[in-house]
């Protein structure tokens, strides 16, 4: 029995072993088809982005700084005369026009000064003819040799005499109707007057501290510097022709100030290493003011057949600056870009990109080399679009773990 048992065994184990390799290729099979399902993950979704073409446009060259107004003439009104000051003719802070009345100084003692000059000189002409007379014939009585040469000498010289004072009362004259010309003190330009320095009933004195100060502000100039590299340009597009600048001021909304170029200085700042320009503005509404800063932006001349582009677009790399280029595909590419300006919200575009060529604007974060967009501009749905493919994503995965679950 012992033996019959044993027999059985054998047989039993033996047919367990026949069967042993079906197993293993079927265990194998399972593994496979569920490593297989594993591997097989989701097409990736297209990510929204919004695009722009490369515009070919005529641009212009320019050059920006800041700038600081000044006033095209500046004039301390000073007193020639002195005297009590009787009367200002204007308010402060007024417009005033040249040769238009300031300032009257009290002219009494300055027209009691002409009347005695007209005097002493009225005077001093009756000595002079009456010296002449006495010349006259002395010279006579010596020509018929009843007198003498020194007689004749002496009136002679008395009359050239009486003649030079004339001439000095004559002088004196001129001065005193200059003196009474002085109490009233005329604007010698246009423009626009700043405080008052010496209320009327005050005495004045000669050249004392200035009565008011006029500024001259239509026109007027703007100051501004710009780095030393740009001098050869200017010098060079300043020969063809006058050049423009536009000055904006940062708290008006409205169009800039248009002027001309017209000072280049004679020397490069050593410590700066710009160079100091003005430029001058009609100002005919007055919107710049002495000592105001302002943007200033000279044009040098237009650039033909630039690319331009928003400058959005333009992202730092690892290699430097670069914009994601889509293809026909709906793939995009990093392609490396030099640009030296932008213009508003554009950026001119020197090497790296084709006029008409359509790059990505909006949603470069997401994008790397070779991913496929989709062009939604600025939708609305570009954040649903989003959700959606999250949530598809994750059904992707839960299918996914049903199957495992279940293989």
Excluded at 247 to 255: H, R
Excluded at 344 to 349: E, G, I, K, L
Aim: net charge neutral.
């Amino acid at each position: 029995m012992r033996d019959s048992i044993r027999l059985e065994y054998r047989h039993v184990c033996g047919r367990s072993l026949h069967f042993f390799p079906l197993f293993l290729i079927g265990a194998s099979l399972a593994i496979f088809g569920c490593s297989k399902q594993q591997a097989a993950a989701p097409a990736r979704a297209a990510v929204p982005v919004v695009v722009g073409k490369v515009e070919e446009r005529t641009v212009p060259l320019e050059v920006s700084a800041i700038g600081n107004v000044e006033a095209y003439a500046t004039v301390s009104i000073r007193s020639q005369v002195a005297g009590q000051l009787l009367e200002v003719h204007f308010k402060e802070g007024d417009s005033v026009h040249k040769d238009q009345l300031l300032f009257t100084i009290d002219p009494r003692p300055y027209e009691a000064a002409l009347a005695q000059s007209e005097a002493q000189l009225a005077r001093d002409k009756a000595v002079a003819a009456n010296n002449h007379l006495d010349a006259q014939r002395y010279k006579e009585l010596f020509d018929a040799g009843i007198g003498t040469q020194q007689q004749s000498d002496t009136s002679m010289s008395a009359a050239n005499a009486a003649d030079a004072l004339v001439r000095a009362d004559e002088a004196s004259l001129q001065t005193a109707k200059l003196n009474l010309e002085y109490c009233k003190i005329y604007s010698p330009v246009d423009g626009r007057t700043g405080s008052l320095m010496v209320k009327p009933g005050n005495l004045v004195k000669v050249a004392d501290v200035p009565r008011v100060v006029i500024n001259e502000v239509a026109p007027i100039y703007v100051n501004f510097t710009v780095a030393q590299q740009y001098l050869f340009d200017i010098k060079k597009y300043m020969a063809q022709g006058q050049l423009r600048v536009a000055a904006t001021v940062p708290s008006d909304p409205g169009p800039p100030e248009q002027g001309v170029l017209t000072f280049v200085d004679n020397a490069v700042d050593v410590a700066t290493g710009t160079i100091h320009l003005r430029a001058t503005f009609e100002n005919v509404q007055n919107r710049l003011w002495p000592g105001l800063f302002v943007n200033t932006v000279l044009t040098l001349t237009q650039q033909a057949h630039a690319a331009v582009i928003p400058s959005q677009a333009i992202t730092n790399g690892q290699n430097g600056t670069m914009v994601f280029v889509v293809k026909p595909d709906s793939t995009v590419e990093a392609r490396p870009v030099v640009s030296s300006r932008t213009i508003a919200d554009a950026a001119v575009v020197d090497k790296g990109l084709q006029p008409g060529e359509t790059i990505v604007t909006d949603g470069q974060v997401r994008l790397v080399p070779g991913v496929r967009v989709q062009v939604t501009n600025g939708s609305k749905s570009d954040s649903a679009g989003e959700n959606s493919s999250g949530t598809g994503k994750n059904s992707e995965g839960d299918t996914g773990g049903q199957r495992r679950q279940r293989d």
